[in-house]
């Protein structure tokens, strides 16, 4: 059975930083891509990142390019995202997801983790 | 970037009802990369269609998806209890991968 697990979310001043993880088993890991998703409080879902199986290639939506970096490692079955100079608007669910496939674009996600909860405020 | 809009906001039905939701692209979708998927409160989002009109592993057949370049839909044939929820489309045919803003399946 595919499972991801989300953690390191959390309550974060405005300019701070995480650092969440995603420990994933039930499959090839290194064999598909890995995404991380988010949907602030009742709001819609966004795509924030996605990464590929060998971690070479690399994506970001224009809201957290420059801020949010994706790594994972092959060894441990794990995702991770960096996010710097956190804003109130980045305030969400954070869901990692897995590709269909070893690239990392042109992806649907399936499945999903539980979400870990990112909120930044003062 | 690709704009999704469903429609309608909210949909009241029945058990037993046909269910159409619609999903329109502000451009052509490359390759009909058209996802829904189905998201249940404090749950996460659960993927339904890929490719426009291809069903999930497990996902009954009652879901059905359709259409190409801006304009596609999902049936659900006989509403089931279990599929009042959300609705999100996604495009994963362009960077960004944009999502609809949902569309709200409430028993009537």
């Known amino acids: 059975e595919v499972q991801l697990l989300e953690s390191g979310g959390g309550l974060v001043q405005p300019g701070g930083s995480l650092r969440l993880s995603c420990a994933v088993s039930?499959?090839?890991?290194?064999?598909?891509?890995m995404n991380w998703v988010r949907q602030g409080p009742g709001k819609g879902l966004e795509w924030v990142s996605s990464?590929?199986?060998?971690?070479?290639?690399?994506y970001y939506a224009d809201s957290v390019k420059g801020r949010f970096t994706i790594s994972r490692d092959n060894s441990k079955n794990m995702v991770f995202l960096q996010m710097n100079n956190l804003r109130g608007e980045d305030t969400a669910v954070y869901y990692c997801?897995?590709?269909?496939?070893?690239?990392?674009?042109?992806?649907?996600?399936?499945?999903w983790g539980q979400g870990t909860l990112v909120t930044v405020s003062s | 970037d690709t704009v999704l809009t469903q429609s309608p906001g909210t949909l009241s039905l029945s058990p037993g009802e046909r269910a159409t939701l619609s999903c329109r692209a502000s451009?052509?979708?490359?390759?009909?990369?058209l996802a829904w998927y189905q998201q249940k409160p404090g749950q996460a989002p659960r993927l339904l269609i890929y490719g426009a009109s291809s069903r999930a592993t497990g996902i009954p057949d009652r879901f059905s998806g359709s259409g190409s370049g801006t304009d596609f839909t999902l049936t659900i044939s006989s509403l089931e209890p279990e599929d009042f929820a959300v609705y999100f489309c996604?495009?994963?045919?362009?960077?960004?991968?944009?999502f609809g803003q949902g569309t709200k399946l409430e028993l009537k």
């Open positions: 451009q052509s979708v490359s390759s009909t990369y």
């Open positions: 996604q495009q994963y045919g362009s960077s960004p991968y944009t």
């Open positions: 990464i590929s199986g060998i971690g070479g290639s690399t």
């Open positions: 997801a897995k590709g269909p496939r070893i690239a990392a674009s042109g992806n649907w996600f399936d499945p």
């Open positions: 039930g499959f090839s890991f290194s064999s598909y891509a």
